[in-house]
């Protein structure tokens, strides 16, 4: 199990008898005090080059002077070669224990590199520096596979899963290693060295380049930084081969594999020579497009010239950009619900890291049936849930496409913190990811779910609403007459559309129409009224004064708070867009669609 596998345990286990004759032999020197006991409380280790290991042992040691027995802490400085199990451990000195020691590269009891986010940047230049130093002089693309050889490592293609659900692997020992065999249709075993990286080649098909070449370099960031955890954990599990089959806790994999995954782009694009690079594209964009430019273009085509450059995916080119500050990058290439938003940016300083504009579908729901603050907005109308943002209701940010869909006019996604609600993103499931700070690009991480909290942020001047459509509805509502048929017939008229129109529009026959308008006694369902609310696109005010009219009432099931979500955020759109949110929620579609 992984909770023995610890660096420190395996110091207690064989090496507890060196310490207890070299803190003897120290006291030999120094007092006359006898040792009865030694006791290991921690071990500090450093990482130094190759294999081997520096660490000081921190024991406190029972020491009996006279007929008194008292405790000694002690530090015992160690060295010896993990690659050699420690078979030349040798003690270096023993001295009074001061507190915890300051090493440069210190690592944890699993020997994984401490490597916060903020010094990352400073790790990759380190890399770069001692095994690709051109990278750092000129602005160029790294080359994987040289990388991967100046580190000494060989490439071998081949397919590691039928699925090809495996990119690579780092094979740090010679061991067997089971390969599909597309002949045979079956896994065979092949003998691979250590310092082999191992990549399947059908990548190059089903992914791009830049994929392939983002696999190698991250398999290299193993070889570099966690070579000597996969060296420890084979020392308690002999039979070990692979480092992803190291630990049974999810923790430490999560952690390597957020090493390997913030370390990788760095190395691809370092710091220093990326900033530059973005400054000359930018210079670019703006020579090439004069007076038509503007800053999602500029965003668009500093991705897209970043992803070609340095061979990379556009996702990878847009994290990096946000690495190095360039926050106006946050909303180009945003993937909510299975689909890519319509780019857009914001005044810098809106949003913290943990804040978005655009949510899912999922959530809007979730939060406009639970956020009593945001429920009091949508009741207004004065907000729609036009792809993945709630914005302002007004000509001034929303538009009616070619293909009678509602979406933001360009002046919006240029200016999102005037007419967008803010969320804040929780991760659910924190103690799984508690290794995790990625919240900023959660559409690049889609195994990491996420919560969005509304949180009443004045960031939108509400008032700018025009009072006209304040009146309007006002003067609308006085006029409607008290009971249900003269109210839909009232709302068809103020529509100013034909009743063919109104059915094409609510998937209501004109014979119900005829019905719901004339007859009073009418048992009409909550299902058609909804649906005349949709396809007349009733404001939220007026819909729900028809539906007091009726003998019908929203309740507090599921499929009704979905209802409301609808009739609040979602009266502008089509009766066929509101039934594929029913439809994705797991709801029945309203009316006969022909």
């Not at 010239?305 to 180009?332: C, Q, T």
């Not at 907000?383 to 933001?408: I, W």
């Not at 005010?541 to 979905?562: A, D, P, Q, V």
């Amino acid at each position: 199990m992984e909770k023995d596998i610890s660096f420190t345990q395996y110091i207690k286990k064989h090496f507890l008898s060196a310490l207890f004759n070299a803190v003897n032999a120290h006291l030999e020197k120094t007092s006359h005090d006898s040792l009865q006991d030694l006791e290991v409380r921690t071990v500090y280790i450093e990482d130094v080059p190759l294999m081997r290991l520096n660490f000081d042992v921190v024991v406190v040691a029972k020491l009996v002077m006279g007929e008194n027995l008292f405790d000694s802490w002690l530090r015992i400085s160690c060295t010896g070669d993990l690659e050699k199990r420690l078979e030349d451990f040798q003690v270096l000195s023993v001295s009074a224990y001061q507190g915890k020691p300051s090493y440069q590269k210190p690592l944890s009891d699993t020997l994984l590199p401490y490597l916060h986010r903020k010094q990352l940047d400073e790790v990759a230049s380190g890399i770069i520096k001692q095994y690709y130093p051109e990278a750092l002089l000129t602005n160029q693309v790294l080359d994987a596979m040289k990388f991967a050889q100046n580190l000494g490592l060989d490439i071998k293609m081949r397919k590691l899963s039928k699925a090809g659900t495996i990119f690579g692997e780092t094979i740090f020992t010679d061991t067997k290693v089971e390969i599909y065999d597309k002949i045979s249709d079956s896994m065979v075993e092949e003998e691979i060295k250590g310092g082999t990286i191992l990549i399947d080649p059908s990548h190059y098909l089903t992914r791009n380049y830049g994929a392939v070449n983002n696999t190698i370099v991250h398999e290299c960031v193993h070889w570099l930084l966690h070579r000597k955890t996969f060296t420890l954990a084979r020392l308690f599990q002999p039979k070990m081969r692979f480092l992803r089959s190291s630990f049974s806790n999810k923790t430490t994999l999560d952690w390597i594999e957020w090493q390997a995954n913030t370390l990788t782009p760095r190395l691809q694009m370092p710091l220093v020579p990326f900033k530059d690079k973005v400054i000359e594209l930018q210079g670019v964009y703006h020579y090439l497009s004069g007076e038509q430019s503007n800053l999602i273009g500029e965003m668009i085509y500093v991705i897209d010239s970043l992803a070609n450059f340095y061979h990379v995916s556009k996702m990878a080119a847009k994290i990096r950009l946000l690495d190095a500050g360039f926050e106006e990058a946050r909303g180009i290439y945003k993937y909510v619900d299975g689909h890519y938003v319509q780019p857009y940016v914001f005044k810098r300083g809106t949003l913290t890291q943990t804040q978005t504009f655009a949510i899912s579908l999922e959530e809007a729901i979730r939060q406009s049936a639970t956020n009593k603050e945001l429920q009091e907005k949508l009741d207004t109308g004065n907000y729609l849930y036009v792809d993945s943002h709630f914005c302002l209701n007004d000509p001034k940010y929303l538009q009616t496409n070619k293909f009678g869909r509602m979406e933001l006019k360009e002046y919006a996604r240029l200016h999102m913190e005037e007419c967008c609600l803010i969320f804040e993103l929780v991760v659910q499931d924190k103690k799984a990811n508690t290794c995790f700070d990625e919240v900023l690009y959660r559409d690049a991480n889609q195994e990491i779910r996420f919560e969005a909290h509304f949180i009443n942020k004045k960031n939108v001047d509400e008032k700018y609403l025009i009072r006209h459509r304040m009146i309007e509805l006002q003067n609308l509502a006085i006029s409607l007459p008290g009971s249900f048929s003269g109210t839909v017939s009232k709302l068809i008229e103020w529509s100013e559309l034909t009743l063919s129109k109104v059915e094409e529009q609510s998937l209501i026959s004109e014979r119900t129409l005829y019905r719901m308008r004339t007859d009073e006694n009418y048992n009409v369902s909550l299902e058609l009224i909804l649906q005349l609310c949709i396809g007349l696109h009733l404001p939220p005010e007026i819909s729900t004064i028809l539906i007091s009219r009726s003998s019908k009432r929203l309740g507090n099931m599921e499929l009704h708070f979905l209802y409301r979500f609808l009739l609040n955020c979602c009266y502008t759109s089509t009766i066929f867009e509101c039934n594929d949110i029913l439809e994705a929620q797991g709801f029945g579609r309203l009316g006969k669609e022909s």
